[in-house]
């Protein structure tokens, strides 16, 4: 026999063994053999007839269906009561009334397979029973009673027998309900951990919370299915799924979701048309179970479930999702926590490359310039504007634009107005998710930008002093700045004034060593250098596009006397005063500067000998006509001599140029001072 054969032959035995009218049939056979033969009757005469009915069993145990058949199980029962009956009436003899018990363990078998059987299987043999006893030809003493007790007997095991099985199988049912809700359990907190990798995983991400619908779909079995999360004042959808229309984001005044949103509780409602607060996004939802994603009292966003009427959501379903809206909180926390870290370390990264950025010029221009650029893309914004403050006016002027009209430049802000006014006004970071063109500055509505616009300002501070600010804005709505932007636009506020101080002390170096600190009109070096670079031009020039060039050479008469009666500090007033009048009485396009000691020059571009000698001569009896006050209060006076030179097309020669104004000079001393002399 090979290996097949006697896994075959196994299997069947099996299956006979485990066959409970097979075990049925042995019992019978047995206590019928052995009641005859106590009895003393013929007992071999039942030896064929179990064989035959024994192997009637065993084959339909072989054959019929593996799993239970009630009218099969009925038919098998009836094979063994008409066995039984056969039995009892081989013998016209009363002595063969015990054989009629066997009628017990039928029953009671058929009350094990449901109350049909016994029902149908009690009255059989009941019927078989009383008619057995009916066709015997005497009735000794106590016969009938024994019938009769085994009638009732019989009728008290099958309702017992058939409890007891009832009991047994709900028993048995609930061990299985039992068992497959752990199993359940287990399969969803199994795929609660997986909600919980995929978030840690991926982060907040759409395609992170798009693998936590799949989930819930699939290892739940939920229909509608949404996350929302929190963006500001508004929740967003996540990702959602069985909805064909979509609430997209709303402020948590409405719906089931809105509520939990405001209260943080979770909540089961178990017919949302009775909720008032209700808001459909399906006409076949009937319940509905929404828990609110916190952590540390932070709300993140709600977890919602809702089901049709086919599937009502119970405490059960508020239970698991509150599990289930505990992992996907912290799962969510973890992940943005992760992603703002991110973030910051992007920004300080930025940050580090700002600071050079914006020192790498100390040119006013080319530095307002890179501070504008290096803020767009530390901040990642669409329009930048730099605004600086006025020392001598207060007034505020924006000096540069990126990305935004750049015809603006030069316009001032009021304080107060918009979100740069606010800022240069309270000194402080002014972040203001969306901004309207009528919520601009007024001198700024006309610009070419789009009506609405995410902004935010921040003042640039010299101690406690407002120097300026700078607006960034974004055009894209949905990018507000983030908590950690907004904290660090102190931090380039620091950077930007920082460097505007620079700028600043430079630009005073340079301008010191180029002006005389006296007067504040330019020295002799800067004379020097300008006035070789404006002959140099000119003599590239055909002499027929040279304008004519005046010079004036102003010297104090008897400054050094003065000095010497009146002291040094009324020889400075003098010369402070001298210097203020040149300052007021020339053009801003002249070159005036301190020539040396108390000599002075001018050079008037473009003037002709005349205008330069009628200027001098008003800047001369100015002068006279000032009075200085005395060490004892006695009023003093100063007077000025002057020599103009023109120079006309066929000159360029600087130094020739300044030799004849100097000889005027020289002849206006000569002829007494305090006059002017055209030479």
């Known amino acids: 026999m090979d290996v097949s054969s006697q896994s075959a032959w196994r299997h069947g035995w099996n299956r006979i063994a485990a066959d409970p009218h097979v075990v049925l049939a042995v ?14 009757a013929d007992a071999m005469g039942l030896v064929l007839p179990s064989a035959v009915y024994l192997t009637i069993q065993m084959v339909l145990a072989l054959r019929g269906p593996a799993g239970r058949s009630a009218v099969l199980d009925t038919a098998r029962l009836l094979i063994a009561l008409g066995v039984v009956f056969w039995m009892s009436l081989r013998s016209d003899d009363l002595a063969a009334m015990p054989l009629s018990c066997l009628y017990l363990l039928i029953v009671a078998l058929a009350a094990v397979f449901g109350t049909r059987q016994a029902i149908v299987l009690g009255a059989a043999a009941m019927s078989a029973f009383l008619y057995s006893g009916s066709m015997a030809s005497a009735m000794l003493p106590g016969v009938l009673h024994r019938g009769v007790a085994l009638a009732v007997t019989m009728i008290v095991l099958a309702i017992g027998t058939r409890r007891t099985v009832a009991s047994l199988e709900r028993a048995v ?56 999360t929190v963006d500001g004042p508004l929740m967003r959808l996540g990702a959602q799924r069985g909805y064909d229309e979509v609430i997209e984001s709303f402020d948590g005044s409405i719906g089931v979701v809105g509520r939990v949103m405001r209260t943080g509780k979770p909540e089961l409602v178990l017919d949302v048309s009775m909720d008032p607060d209700y808001a459909s996004a399906n006409a076949d939802v009937r319940s509905e179970v929404s828990i609110p994603l916190a952590v540390d009292g932070t709300m993140l966003g709600v977890l919602n479930i809702e089901s049709g009427a086919d599937a009502q959501l119970d405490d059960g379903d508020l239970d698991t999702m509150t599990v289930v809206g505990d992992r996907v909180a912290v799962a969510l926390a973890l992940g943005r926590e992760r992603q703002a870290l991110q973030e910051r370390a992007a920004l300080f990264g930025r940050l580090a490359r700002f600071g050079s950025a914006i020192n790498a010029s100390l040119e006013p221009v080319t530095a307002y310039e890179s501070i504008i650029g290096s803020v767009a893309d530390v901040l990642e914004v669409d329009i930048t504007t730099l605004i600086l403050r006025d020392a001598g006016t ?137 006035l070789a670079r404006m002959f140099a031009a000119r003599a590239r020039l055909d002499p027929d596009l040279r304008h004519p060039v005046a010079v004036i050479m102003f010297d104090l008469d008897h400054f050094g006397l003065f000095n010497k009666l009146h002291g040094h500090i009324k020889g400075d007033a003098v010369l402070r005063a001298f210097g203020s009048i040149l300052t007021r009485r020339l053009r801003s396009s002249d070159l005036v500067a301190r020539f040396g000691g108390e000599e002075f020059l001018a050079v008037l571009d473009g003037a002709s000998l005349d205008e330069a000698q009628h200027v001098a001569d008003e800047i001369r009896r100015e002068l006279e006509g000032v009075a200085f006050q005395g060490m004892e209060g006695e009023q003093l006076h100063a007077t000025v001599s002057a020599g103009c030179a023109s120079l006309g097309p066929n000159v360029s020669s600087l130094e020739t140029l300044v030799e004849v104004a100097d000889v005027g000079l020289q002849m206006a001393k000569r002829g007494g001072r305090n006059q002017v002399v055209a030479a």
């Open 394 to 530: 207060g007034e505020d002027r924006i000096v540069a634009i990126r990305g935004g009209d750049e015809r603006y430049v030069g316009v001032s802000i009021q304080p107060g107005e918009g979100s740069a006014g606010r800022a240069l006004a309270e000194g402080t970071v002014v972040s203001q998710d969306l901004i309207h063109r009528d919520e601009f500055p007024e001198t700024l509505r006309g610009a070419r930008v789009p009506d609405q616009l995410v902004t935010a300002s921040f003042p640039l501070l010299r101690g406690d002093m407002v120097i300026g600010a700078v607006t960034v804005n974004r055009l894209d709505l949905t990018r507000r700045f983030t908590a950690i932007e907004v904290e660090s636009m102190s931090l380039l506020a620091s950077h930007i004034a920082l460097a505007l101080n620079n700028i600043e002390l430079h630009a005073q170096m340079a301008d010191a060593a180029i002006r005389d600190p006296l007067t504040g009109l330019w020295n002799r070096r800067h004379l020097d250098v300008s």
């Open 27 to 40: 019992a019978i056979v047995f206590a019928a053999l052995v009641i005859e033969w106590v009895a003393g």
């Open 173 to 228: 049912a609930h061990a299985r309900a039992a068992s497959a809700g752990q199993r359940r359990r287990a399969t969803q907190m199994a795929a609660v951990e997986a909600v919980g990798r995929a978030l840690t995983a991926k982060g907040p991400t759409q395609a992170a919370l798009e693998d936590v619908m799949d989930l819930l779909v699939a290892h739940f079995g939920y229909r509608f299915a949404s996350i929302y």
